[in-house]
């Protein structure tokens, strides 16, 4: 199974990689991207160490087109058809709508939600073709509810809830399962990171 994970060098991503790769059964082939090459390379290696998973990673800028389509073009190279994808991949920039600016405001919504729709379209069409794969997206509770300085966070994360939404209606019929989870505040560095 081959299962590509992005936003994976650390927290939530980190974390699934780390559990996928030490469940027993079939070989996994794991493909993990992060925006940040020493966290990646350190993520890798720590998989790598606790477990006999084929770990491929590069890093990618999920919001950039061109990085996308390289990177699952790579990681379908390396390791074969894409299984499963893991949109986990987001960032929080945290102001009262009047203090946040334009730029932050599109760096949010680039990374948490263009990024969630260039990787699906990135491995969509080699699960169509196969009839089968799985897409599992990390929103947040930030995507049912609102809360104040959240402005940017919360539009992208509903955003993401109505675009897997739509990807379910139109997919499920060829085998292709669509997932969204919506987490509470996770204990991870997330917004220390910025």
Known sequence: MHVLITGASR?????????????????????????????????????ESISSAQVFGSTSDVSNEGNVERFASEAEQTSGPIDVLVNNAGIGIFHPVHEMSAEEFDRVLAINLRG???????????????????????????????????AAYCASKFGVRGLMQSLFLGVRQLNIRVMTIFPGTVATDFFGAG
């Open 116 to 150: 969630v729709f260039l990787m699906t379209q990135a491995v969509l069409p080699g699960m169509k073709l196969r009839n089968s794969g799985t897409i599992i997206t990390i929103s947040s509770l930030a995507g049912k509810n609102g809360f104040a300085g959240g």
């Open 11 to 47: 927290g939530i991503g980190l974390a699934i990689a780390e559990r996928l790769a030490t469940q027993e059964g079939e070989l996994l082939q794991l493909s993990i991207c992060s925006r940040n090459e020493r966290a990646l390379q350190e993520a890798k290696a720590r998989i």
